[in-house]
């Protein structure tokens, strides 16, 4: 599900897993985006033929649901397992098909203007970040974490993982702030480990084993 000129691309990334392909371009084939595509992706036609890619160019008015194929009782240990879900595709014009999955293409936009008007430095339509300090912008005490910021990482695990990894330095950073205040009141010194060692055995602490559901990997990656 995209515009004409982002099929090329996905094709390119679910090919190895599925041969059984239609482009819902949904009434962008139009010959200013065949162009476009054409820059883009030369050959892209001789492409989709090659691997019997079908361009479906009709409006789509609703996606029915027939069957919910999720696997409650499925191993969450397991980098996947099998799904069977069942969709039909309606389209304006009365037609149908039916698909067993969707990948979709759209526009990227910031849900919200908070990070931008709070003074946070975009790269193109991304929160820029530091990756080495869990993800937090170039305004102290702001972190970005997901589809929105500038590590161009987009699945759930990933979203996961660095939810977890933000969620660790802030907790370790809040608490050194809270002790050298505490230990400022004493006239003392604070000897700690550094930054990254605090977090790290946060990280091992929280993550939990690799059987968890929410289990997101060690610390370096």
């Not at 090659?50 to 969450?76: Q, Y």
């Not at 595709?89 to 098909?97: A, E, I, K």
């Not at 990070?115 to 991304?126: D, I, P, T, W």
Request: with cysteine; aromatic share 8%.
């Amino acid at each position: 599900l995209g515009p004409l000129t982002s099929v090329p691309g996905t094709v390119r990334e679910i090919l190895t897993l599925n041969r059984d392909i239609i482009a819902f371009v949904n009434g962008t084939d139009t010959p200013s985006n065949r162009e476009a595509t054409e820059k883009d992706n030369p050959r892209w036609q001789d492409y989709l033929n090659l691997h019997n890619v079908t361009v479906e160019n009709r409006t789509i008015a609703s996606i029915e649901r027939l069957k919910n194929g999720s696997d409650l009782n499925a191993d969450p240990s397991l980098p996947s397992y099998p799904e069977y879900d069942f969709f039909r595709v309606h389209f304006t014009d009365g037609g149908s098909v039916t698909r067993a999955a969707f990948l979709t293409s759209f526009k990227h936009e910031q849900y919200s203007k908070v990070g931008e008007e709070a003074g946070v430095v975009l790269y193109g339509e991304k929160l820029g970040v530091d990756p080495t300090k869990g993800l937090v912008t170039n305004v102290p005490g702001i972190y970005a974490i997901g589809d929105c910021n500038s590590d161009n990482s987009t699945n759930v695990p990933h979203a996961l993982y660095s939810g977890k990894r933000t969620a660790v330095f802030l907790h370790v950073q809040l608490e050194r702030e809270t002790a050298n205040a505490e230990l400022a009141g004493l006239n003392q010194t604070l000897h700690t480990r550094s930054l990254h060692e605090e977090v790290r055995s946060l990280w091992d602490h929280m993550n939990g084993g690799k059987d968890d559901l929410l289990y997101a990997g060690p610390f370096e990656q």
